[in-house]
C-alpha cells in the first residue's frame, strides 16, 4: 500500500505521522481540520493543529508522551457528539481521535462483562450481545453513534439511568494513558468495592482532563424478562409533574420516565418520527417498567390509576414491540427535532430535586418570557434532570449571546432549588463558569489540585470543566520562580 | 456543671481540650486510652496521643487545624468496628472521635434523603424511618452498633449489597473537613452526574486517609412490598457454589445470596443463634429475593428448581418474619461465633468473579492444610465475596504470624483468579502490602499522589492503605531540600 506523503514543513506533524505509522492516520490541512473544530456544542469553534489517529494504546502512550514532551496541547475525542464542547480543541489542540481503536475485545457472559476500545459505538455493544439474551444499559440519545470512551468522559446517561444508573455504575475497569505517557489500569474486573482510592470513579466523568482510556471493561445485563411502555397525555404541567411523583412515591422504579412539554411536542411532531400526540396538550409522560413478566401487570395498572387521579386526558399502553419503538424514537430524536422548528437550539441539562419539578417549569417559562425565546423542555422526569432547549436564530445579531444567557438563567433556577447545572451532558467549556452556582473556591481548588496531579502542565484538554487556574498552578508558579531567581 | 481539671503539662493536650470545651471531652490517661490501642482487627496495638470528643463540624475543623499546624499526627474514629485496622493509632495519633455527633439532622421522604451526622449508627436509621415505609440499604454485620461514618471511610459493604450495592452507591453528598481544616460540600442532593470530578466517589472508601467526614447525606429506600427467604443444604461445595452461578444465570438479582461453609457451620451452631443446620453437610445457601409481591413467587419457585438440579439435600422457605430473623442473626453473628470454635481467628476478605468460587475454596482448603489451621468460610457468595476466617490461638507462640500468612495466601489466590483483595473490610494497616497482588508501583504512585494534594504532610491517618510512600512526597523532600540549600 503506497502511503501519502506529508507536505508540510511542521516538524511536530512529521514526527506524529510517524508515531501512527504515516499520513494515511493523520490530518493536518485546514480542509480536513474544519470538520473537528467543534462538536455537539456549536457554539465555540477552534481548528486543532492536526488529528491523529492511533491504532492501539501503545501508539496513544507515545503521542501522549511526544505532547508531553514537546509542551503540545492535546485532547481525546470519540465520535464529537458531546453536548458540552468537551472535545473543542480551544489551544489548538492535537487531536487523538479514539475512531480507529473500535473492537469489541471480549464477552464474557458468566461474569456479565464486556472489554471494548474506547471508540467502539455504544449501541454496537447491545446489538453484539442481544441475541444471547443480554444487553449494555446506559443509553445516551445518540447511542447510535457515540463511543463508549466518549461515554466514559462524560458520563453519559440516558432515558433509562432512572432505573439502572449513568455510565459510571457500569464500568468495571479502565485502562488509562496518563498526560505523562504512563499506562495504568485500574478496576479489578467490577469488584464491587475494590481497595483503594476510586480511581474509577475519578476518572469516569472527568471530561477528558485526567487522563486517556484506551481499553474499557463494562458490566453486561441480562435482558429484562418483560417490558411496558406507557403514554401519557396531561392537559397541563403540574398534573404532569405529580403523576410522576406519585409513581415513585408509589415505590414504583420505572426503566424510564420521560416528559415532553408542549413547545417540545410541536417539535416532535414536526420532525422524522411525529406519533401523533394531541396538539393541545401542555405534556406528555412516557412511563417504561421492565422486569419479570409476572409484576409487569400489577406495576402497569398502578401507573395508569396514579394518571387517573391526576387528570390525565388520555393513557394507553404500547400494543407491540413495533409501537413501542416508534415512541421511542419519537423521544430520542427530541433534541434534533427542534431543528425543524428553529434555525438553532441550545440544549441545557440541569437537575433538581424531583419535587420541585413545577416550580423549576414555572421560572423557565418566566426566562423564556423575559429573553423574548421559546424555550422547549424534554427531561428525564424521573430523575429530575430537565434540558431546557432554548430556540434562536444565530443569524439574528445578538440572539446567540441571549440564548446562552437564557440557557445559564435556567441552570441558575436548577441551582436555587438544591439541585445542579448538569445532569449527563458535561460542564466542557459551556458551563465553566456556572460552576460557581454550586461550588465554592475551596472545592473548585480541591478539584483542580487532582487535576494538577495527573495532569501537571495542563497540557491535557485545558481550560474545560473549571473556571480558573487551581491553587497548585499557583504555587507552582511560585516554586518556579522561586526557582529561576536562584539559577 | 463543674468540668473536670486537665491534669497534665502536655501543651497539646490542654490546648485540644480547649478547643472542645474542656476535660469532659478529651482522654489522656494511659488507661482510658487503652480501650482506643485497637479496632476490630487486633493483631497491632498502639496507644494514641490523646481521644477528643468533638461536638460539631467547627470543632472538627479547629482540632484539625491544630494537629496540621503543630504537626502532630491525628485520625477520626467511630464506633471502632472496622477489620482491617483503619482507627489504629500507629504514629501516636490524635483520635478524633466522632461518637458525639450522633444526630439524625433530616428526613426528605419525597426526594428519599436523609442527613445524619457521621457517629449516628448504621441501623438506627432504618429504625427511625420504618414506620413510614423506609429504610437504609446498606447493611454491614455490625450495623446495630457500627457508625455511618466509618461505613462511609471504608465503603462498607453488607448481606444485601449484592443487589443493593455498597456505601458509595447511597452516598449522596458529604462534608468534609480537610487536612489543612478547610470545610468544604460534596455532592449536590444525590444527582446522578454531578458535575466535576467525583470527589464524593474518591472520599468514599478513602479510608479516613483524605478528611475527615462531618455531614453525610444517604440515599434511603422505599421497603420492599415483599420477601422471601431460602435455605438451602448441600453435600458438596461445588454444587452449592453452581447454584449460586445458575441463580443468577435464570436472570434473578437475590438481595442477598450468602454462603457458609462446615467449619462455618460448626461456629455458628455453637454460638448464640444456632438454627439446627444439619452437622454433616458442607454448604448451606441463604437466599433473599424482595420486590413486588406480584414477581416473588415465580422467582421462589426458579430458585427451588436450581437447587433441586443442584442435588440440593433439603430446602426450605421461611415461613414468617420470625424464622427469617433467625436465619439472619445466625448468619450475621458468624463472624464473631468462630469464638466458639476457636480461641482466635483472623477475618479475610478477598473477592473473586463467581465463576472461579470452586477452584478458589479448594486453594483456601490447601492453605489450611499447609498452614496446619482450620479455614472457615463465609461469605457474599452471590458477588464473589469470600470471607474465609482463619482459627488460630495467639497464645501459641509463631500461630499468630503463621494466620496471618496464610490469611494473605487466601487473597494471593483471590488476586491470581483475577480478583481483589478486598470486598468491604478495606486496606487499613491489615493489607497494606497486599495491594502490591494487584497495584503496579505506577498504579499505587497514582494513588498516593492524590494522597498528597489532600493530606500533603500525611499526618492524616499516615502508614495506612498503601505499601510506600508515593512519588509525590519524594518530589517534595527534592524541592524542600533544594529550598534548605538555598537559605
Not at 319 to 324: F, I, K, S, V, Y
Request: net charge negative; with cysteine.
Amino acid at each position: 500500500m503506497a502511503s501519502k506523503q506529508i507536505k508540510t514543513n511542521d516538524k511536530h506533524v512529521k514526527n506524529l505521522a510517524n508515531i501512527v505509522g504515516g499520513s494515511r492516520s493523520i490530518l493536518y490541512h485546514k480542509e480536513d481540520l474544519l470538520a473537528y473544530d467543534s462538536d455537539g456544542f456549536t457554539l465555540h469553534r477552534h481548528l486543532p493543529k492536526a488529528v491523529v489517529f492511533p491504532k492501539d494504546t501503545q501508539e496513544v502512550a507515545k503521542l501522549v508522551k511526544y505532547c508531553s514532551d514537546n509542551q503540545l496541547p492535546f485532547l481525546a475525542r470519540g465520535a464529537g457528539t458531546g453536548l458540552s464542547g468537551g472535545a473543542i480543541p480551544m489551544n489548538g489542540e492535537v487531536i487523538i481521535s479514539m475512531v480507529r481503536m473500535k473492537r469489541l475485545l471480549s464477552v464474557n457472559l458468566e461474569n456479565r462483562r464486556a472489554v471494548v476500545e474506547p471508540g467502539f459505538v455504544n449501541l454496537k455493544l447491545t446489538n453484539s450481545i442481544s441475541d444471547k439474551g443480554y444487553y449494555y444499559a446506559p443509553d445516551p440519545s445518540s447511542q447510535y453513534c457515540c463511543t463508549i470512551g466518549g461515554n466514559v468522559a462524560e458520563n453519559a446517561g440516558g432515558a433509562h439511568c432512572l432505573k439502572y444508573g449513568v455510565t459510571t455504575n457500569h464500568i468495571l475497569g479502565l485502562e488509562v494513558v496518563l498526560p505523562n505517557g504512563e499506562i495504568i489500569e485500574i478496576g479489578e474486573n467490577g469488584i464491587p468495592d475494590a481497595p483503594g482510592y476510586d480511581l474509577l470513579g475519578l476518572i469516569t466523568g472527568s471530561e477528558g482532563t485526567l487522563g486517556i482510556v484506551t481499553k474499557i471493561t463494562v458490566r453486561i445485563l441480562k435482558n429484562p424478562e418483560a417490558k411496558q411502555t406507557v403514554l401519557a397525555y396531561f392537559d397541563n404541567v403540574t398534573d404532569g409533574s405529580q403523576a410522576v411523583s406519585d409513581i415513585i412515591s408509589a415505590g414504583i422504579v420505572p426503566a424510564a420516565l420521560e416528559m415532553m412539554d408542549k413547545t417540545a411536542i410541536e417539535g416532535v411532531e414536526a420532525a422524522a418520527f411525529p406519533v401523533g400526540h394531541p396538539k393541545d396538550i401542555e405534556a406528555v409522560l412516557l412511563i417504561e417498567v421492565d422486569g419479570i413478566s409476572a409484576g409487569i401487570a400489577e406495576q402497569i395498572n398502578q401507573i395508569l390509576e396514579v394518571c387517573n387521579n391526576r387528570n390525565v386526558r388520555e393513557v394507553k399502553v404500547a400494543q407491540d414491540e413495533l409501537e413501542r419503538g416508534r415512541w421511542w424514537a419519537n423521544r430520542k430524536t427530541g433534541f434534533g427535532a427542534m431543528g425543524a422548528i428553529s434555525a438553532d437550539y441550545l440544549v441545557q441539562d440541569g437537575v433538581i430535586p424531583r419535587s420541585k419539578l413545577p416550580q423549576v417549569l414555572n421560572r423557565i417559562n418566566q426566562i423564556s418570557e423575559e429573553a423574548g425565546l421559546r424555550i422547549a423542555n424534554i427531561f428525564h422526569a424521573g430523575d429530575g434532570n430537565l434540558h431546557p432547549l432554548v430556540l434562536f436564530d444565530a443569524r439574528i445579531p445578538g440572539e446567540s449571546e441571549k440564548a446562552l444567557a437564557a440557557g445559564s438563567a435556567c441552570l441558575q433556577a436548577c441551582a436555587d432549588v438544591g439541585g445542579t447545572i448538569t445532569g449527563e451532558h458535561g460542564v466542557g467549556i459551556e458551563k465553566r463558569e456556572e460552576m460557581r452556582f454550586v461550588f465554592t473556591d475551596e472545592e473548585i481548588n480541591a478539584q483542580t489540585d487532582i487535576r494538577e496531579v495527573f495532569n501537571p502542565n495542563n497540557l491535557l484538554n485545558a481550560g474545560k470543566l473549571f473556571p480558573m487556574p487551581g491553587r497548585c498552578v499557583e504555587i507552582k508558579k511560585e516554586l518556579k520562580e522561586k526557582e529561576a531567581a536562584i539559577s
